[in-house]
């Protein structure tokens, strides 16, 4: 087989990629090593940057995702019993939408179906070879038979344990990375939000979170040490938990459920770079990892995303460089300033075991500081909605 662009994973970004490209007339195989049902059976992220809306608007994807998501024009921070609002819209003119990464998958999956993408399942052993070369290649084994497709690029969607990174000699990569030391036991229940908006709260017993998913399916989030057992944690010990860590208003009308999901994710902060080694590219967890605190993970694929659909266009129609060129450069110095945003949103909202009094003032201190200032209130205000691409 032959194409222009391979691309390893089905994920969001591998998936975002090959619509844009195949709108623009560009040929595009994906290589997904697991089942449709697997990839969607994912919970992860919940909140887009507009940014992120006006791409998959842009790729036909929007309807869905207007129809049902919740348009959010600010978000709350809570310590000690109080909280206060982070006004996007008042403060920059800009809002978020929270609509789950699932959907957004659901939503591309369709879209490639309906333009006839060819996206291969279940593909085991994927390898990228000739990199170096003008003439790469990609292999794998689907139901036992070995298979070859020649390209003349290779993207890398596959995620942190993907196969790509790893196909970058150590002599070029150069990897950063902080591992925090607790994770984020997340409960998905039929339940109606705590709170018409997240509410992020800081607490002496942990970090907890409010999120939702729309009118009857909320998201909830407690901090948990780096190695908590899943089986530790019942629904009702998780529901007492979070009801001491965020505010006694929204804790006493709180609904509770049984959970529908729940799972543990562990918390770190990883770059690679360069995010281009000859004729490979890296998109999205594949080159980088934020904790989940900022909403930058998913966002920060699909900048990404824009940035190399638009490399590779200009590249495989107009024969312009600069875009391949640039885009390691480029997608690299998003990447950093959300990786600082999503590190300090996380150091001064979670309990660190090591903390001290001097620590833990200093966090009310960065709270107090927020709830008094216009100019830190809007600086936090533009990197949660996503600063421009
Ligand atoms: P993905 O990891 O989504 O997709 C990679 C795809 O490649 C997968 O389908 C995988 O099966 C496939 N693959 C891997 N190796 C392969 C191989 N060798 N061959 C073929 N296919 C291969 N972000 C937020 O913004 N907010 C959140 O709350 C949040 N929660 C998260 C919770 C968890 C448990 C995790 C793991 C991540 C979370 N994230 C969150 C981050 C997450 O949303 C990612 O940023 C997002 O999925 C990135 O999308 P992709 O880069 O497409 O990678
Ligand atoms: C979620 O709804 O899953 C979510 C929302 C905001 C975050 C992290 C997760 O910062």
């Not at 697997?38 to 869905?64: D, F, K, M, N, P």
């Not at 990883?270 to 980088?288: I, N």
């Amino acid at each position: 087989m032959r194409t222009q662009v391979c691309i390893i994973g089905a994920g969001p970004s591998g998936l975002l990629l090959s619509q844009l490209l195949h709108q623009a007339g560009i040929d595009t195989v994906v290589l997904e090593r697991q089942t449709r049902e697997y990839v969607l059976g994912r919970i992860r992220a919940g909140v887009l940057e507009w940014g992120t809306v006006e791409l998959l608007e842009r790729a036909g994807v929007g309807a869905r995702m207007h129809a049902e998501g919740f348009v959010h024009t600010g978000t709350y921070l809570s310590a000690q019993n109080r909280g206060f609002r982070i006004d996007f819209d008042g403060l920059i003119g800009k809002k978020v939408m929270v609509y789950g990464q699932t959907e957004v998958t659901r939503d591309l999956f369709a879209a490639r179906d309906a333009m006839g993408g060819v996206v291969i399942h279940e593909a085991a052993g994927v390898q990228p070879h000739g990199l170096e070369t003008d003439a790469p290649f990609v292999t794998y084994t689907k139901d036992g038979t070995e298979h070859r497709i020649d390209c003349d690029y290779v993207v890398g969607c596959d995620g942190f344990h993907g196969v790509s990174r790893k196909s970058i000699p150590s002599s070029v990569l150069r990897t950063f990375e902080r591992v925090y030391p607790f994770g984020w036991l997340g409960i998905l229940s039929e339940t109606p939000p705590a709170h018409e908006e997240l509410i992020y709260a800081n607490h002496e017993r942990g970090f907890a979170l409010c999120s939702m998913r729309n009118d009857h399916l909320s998201r909830y989030y407690i901090q948990v040490p780096a190695d908590e057992k899943l089986e530790n944690w019942s629904d009702n010990a998780f529901w007492d938990e979070l009801r001491r860590r965020i505010p006694a208003d929204v804790a006493e009308t709180l609904v509770t459920g049984p959970s529908i999901e729940k799972s543990i994710a562990p918390l770190r902060s990883f770059v690679a770079e360069p995010m281009r080694w000859g004729r490979l590219f890296l998109v999205g967890d594949a080159a980088h990892i934020v904790p989940p605190t900022g909403a930058k993970g998913l966002n920060l694929a699909m900048s990404d995303v824009h940035y190399l659909h638009h490399a590779l266009i200009a590249r495989l129609k107009d024969n312009e460089d600069d875009g391949i060129e640039r885009y390691s450069e480029t997608a690299l110095a998003r990447v950093w300033k959300a990786t600082r945003f999503s590190w300090w949103m996380t150091t001064m909202l979670h309990r660190f075991p090591d903390q001290g009094v001097f620590d833990q003032r200093i966090q009310e201190t960065e709270l107090a500081y927020l709830e008094s200032s216009v100019a830190a209130r809007t600086a936090l205000a533009e990197n949660y909605v996503g600063l421009p691409f």
